[in-house]
């Protein structure tokens, strides 16, 4: 009885999120049932096009996937698990990592990142904890740009781009993290048109200023500042774009969006 009454539970919770323009996808998420799910980024500018590796093979869809390329979430395992990438081909990988509990209902990425002497790897557990009649967009803000020790993000709405009196929406993003971190969940807000402005932290000049988009209801989004071509020494105006990878979008799982400033 007690299983009946918990499907009853998830049957109703879908049906009102299918009214809200959710998803039973969240709903199964949200309440730890679904599968975990991974997937990868690769951020290296000039790298080899490389085969994504969990557990030292590569999953189906995750190979031959070059500069800015973002794959399909796949499905794991939960527990400990290995993670790496290898060139295209191979499985002699040329960075890992280890994520020690995969969880069900979490999403995980796995980032390919430019090093100073070798690839580097970037890694987030996103415990996906929203709201079951929530239909708030997700995103969270990773810093891919080895030029970019430390950014600020600024989500904006595309009426007013001043950025001189607001606070970062995403303060401090490291070089090889994330903001929210890794094991936090995403930061929420509405739908509507928006601006993605990036500065040196604590500087309000920006660097980067995207063309207006629009960013839907229940979108689920990674934003990742990525460096452009060998630019791995200087943060400037033009040296790094943002990668939105919007995860669990089948079709498009990711777009660069254009920056705006003079001279780029």
């Not at 557990?125 to 997700?138: E, H, Q, V």
């Not at 980067?208 to 990674?222: E, I, K």
């Not at 943002?242 to 001279?263: A, C, D, F, K």
């Amino acid at each position: 009885m007690k299983l009946i009454r918990t499907m009853a539970a998830v049957i109703a919770a879908a049906s009102v999120l299918s009214a809200c323009g959710g998803g039973s996808d969240d709903v199964g998420k949200e309440l730890g049932l679904t599968n975990p799910e991974i997937h990868f980024v690769h951020a290296i500018p000039s790298g080899p096009a490389v085969d994504f590796l969990v557990n030292g093979t590569a999953p189906s869809g995750q190979t031959n996937v070059s500069y800015k390329g973002v794959t399909n979430f796949t499905n794991i395992n939960t527990g400990s698990t290995n993670v790496g990438y290898a060139a295209t081909g191979t499985t002699t990988a040329l960075a890992s990592g280890n994520f020690p509990n995969v969880a069900k209902g979490h999403e995980y990425t796995v980032l390919a990142l430019p090093g100073s002497a070798a690839p580097d790897i970037g890694l987030i557990d996103d415990p996906f904890d929203k709201g079951l009649l929530s239909n708030s967009a997700r995103v969270r803000g990773f810093n891919a740009s080895g030029n970019a020790p430390n950014l600020d993000l600024y989500l904006v709405q595309s009426t007013n781009t001043s950025i001189s009196t607001v606070a970062p929406t995403m303060a401090g993003v490291s070089f090889k993290n994330a903001v929210p971190a890794s094991g936090q969940d995403s930061i929420y807000v509405s739908g509507g048109q928006y601006v993605l402005i990036a500065t040196a932290a604590g500087s309000k000049t920006p660097i980067y200023q995207s063309q207006s988009f629009t960013l839907s209801n229940n979108a689920d989004w990674l934003i990742t500042s990525v460096p452009i071509g060998g630019a791995l020494s200087q943060l400037a105006v033009g040296q790094i774009h943002l990668l939105v990878v919007q995860n669990g979008n089948t079709s498009t799982p990711s777009i660069e969006l254009s920056n705006t400033l003079t001279g780029v």
